[in-house]
């Protein structure tokens, strides 16, 4: 028991640690092994961008400076890139934070704060962490319940999170779906559209958040430069929404939070469309062959729309991420049977098949 706390928030209390993938350091330490691959946190496995490194070493020797708190010239870049206007994005330490600043934003305690109890789990720790209380709707097939969304808004719902592609599943919510949520939802609730794995998605009724923000206000759409982009390690994330509700995020997002580094790689990473065009190929050729493979192998699987595959073992999932460790593979477990690969090099999909086959 920790002797304070009676004395830390009672929501604080609450709040399940975010666990992160096992790093490949760790299981050399203590497996002794060398050769180890790391499918447990969907980052890119062709790293970053060859632009965005040299901007970054560029940008080390004024490390001694704080950075330019607006982030200028990413914002400009940003804006022109996306085609919005530089007063509809706000920049985070990762979109991470963005979600736990908008909670902080909009969230009194007491409020309702609305997600799939088959999500993220940064949504229920930004709840806990304002006194906001979850309401967590039950999966539909993998994905979320639209309409049991609908049903579950009340006058004390005041944010709501909607994953999509959805991580840990890697479902999507369709175009008319989140147009039938956003013409329902009251215009005083507040809906954060989280995609970070957007540029991996394939399917046509996929939708594009950005391009609903003019009709629903009350929209913020999340992207990261974690993923696709392939700098995660350096932690920078935006939002695009209507400027008022950008202006309010900066009240409290902390002054200097994106980083002088983070945002020169993020400016160079965007020029980078050759690395952006290899990174969606390596993707889908390996998600290709992780699904053909899986079915040989009587695994089954949710179909994939981002840069990783939810399976489901025939044993339970620690057992199986166990065994992997052995074999040198780090994949995520999640919950029951169930666990999430993330999609790598063809190398590094093959050692992942090999060592399934070894240890089935």
């Known amino acids: 028991m920790n002797k304070f706390a009676d004395v830390a928030k009672k929501s604080v209390m609450n709040i399940k640690p975010y666990v992160p993938g096992k790093p490949i350091e760790e299981v050399q330490r203590e497996h002794g092994i060398k050769d180890v691959v790391k499918l447990a946190s969907n980052e890119n496995p062709l790293g970053p961008s060859k632009l965005a490194v040299k901007a970054m070493e560029k940008k080390l020797k004024f490390v001694n400076l704080y950075p330019e708190s607006g982030a200028y010239y990413l914002r400009r870049a940003l804006a022109k890139h996306l085609k919005v206007k530089e007063n509809t994005i706000v920049f985070g330490n990762g979109s991470n934070e963005i979600l736990t600043l908008i909670a902080e934003a909009f969230v009194s305690p007491g409020d309702e704060v609305m997600f799939s109890a088959l999500s993220f789990v940064v949504y229920p720790i930004s709840t806990d962490t304002v006194g906001g209380i979850a309401i967590q709707i039950p999966h539909k097939n993998f994905s979320h319940d639209i309409d049991g969304f609908i049903k579950r808004l009340s006058p004390k719902t005041k944010l709501v999170y909607i994953c999509n592609p959805n991580n840990?599943?890697?479902?999507?919510?369709?175009?008319?779906?989140?147009?039938?949520?956003?013409?329902?939802?009251?215009?005083?609730?507040?809906?954060?559209?989280?995609?970070?794995?957007?540029?991996?998605?394939?399917?046509?009724?996929?939708?594009?958040?950005?391009?609903?923000?003019?009709?629903?206000?009350?929209?913020?759409?999340?992207?990261?430069?974690?993923?696709?982009?392939?700098?995660?390690?350096?932690?920078?994330?935006?939002?695009?929404?209507?400027?008022?509700?950008?202006?309010?995020?900066?009240?409290?997002?902390?002054?200097?939070?994106?980083?002088?580094?983070?945002?020169?790689?993020?400016?160079?990473?965007?020029?980078?469309?050759?690395?952006?065009?290899?990174?969606?190929?390596?993707?889908?050729?390996?998600?290709?062959?992780?699904?053909?493979?899986?079915?040989?192998?009587?695994?089954?699987?949710?179909?994939?729309?981002?840069?990783?595959?939810?399976?489901?073992?025939?044993?339970?999932?620690?057992?199986?991420?166990?065994?992997?460790?052995?074999?040198?593979?780090?994949?995520?477990?999640?919950?029951?049977?169930?666990?999430?690969?993330?999609?790598?090099?063809?190398a590094e999909n093959k050692k992942l098949i090999k060592a399934l086959k070894e240890i089935k």
């Open 168 to 346: 840990p599943t890697g479902t999507i919510v369709t175009k008319n779906e989140l147009e039938k949520f956003m013409s329902t939802v009251s215009p005083k609730i507040i809906v954060a559209l989280d995609e970070a794995y957007f540029e991996y998605v394939q399917d046509k009724n996929y939708p594009d958040g950005i391009k609903f923000l003019a009709k629903y206000p009350n929209l913020i759409v999340l992207r990261t430069f974690s993923k696709i982009y392939g700098l995660a390690g350096i932690r920078i994330g935006y939002a695009v929404a209507d400027p008022d509700i950008i202006e309010i995020i900066e009240r409290v997002r902390p002054p200097f939070n994106a980083n002088l580094v983070a945002q020169a790689a993020g400016e160079a990473a965007l020029k980078d469309k050759e690395h952006l065009k290899n990174t969606v190929k390596t993707n889908n050729e390996g998600r290709k062959y992780i699904c053909a493979e899986l079915k040989k192998l009587g695994i089954e699987y949710v179909q994939p729309n981002a840069n990783f595959i939810f399976v489901k073992f025939k044993e339970n999932c620690k057992v199986v991420f166990e065994a992997l460790l052995k074999k040198g593979v780090i994949i995520r477990p999640q919950f029951d049977n169930y666990a999430r690969i993330t999609i790598g090099t063809m």
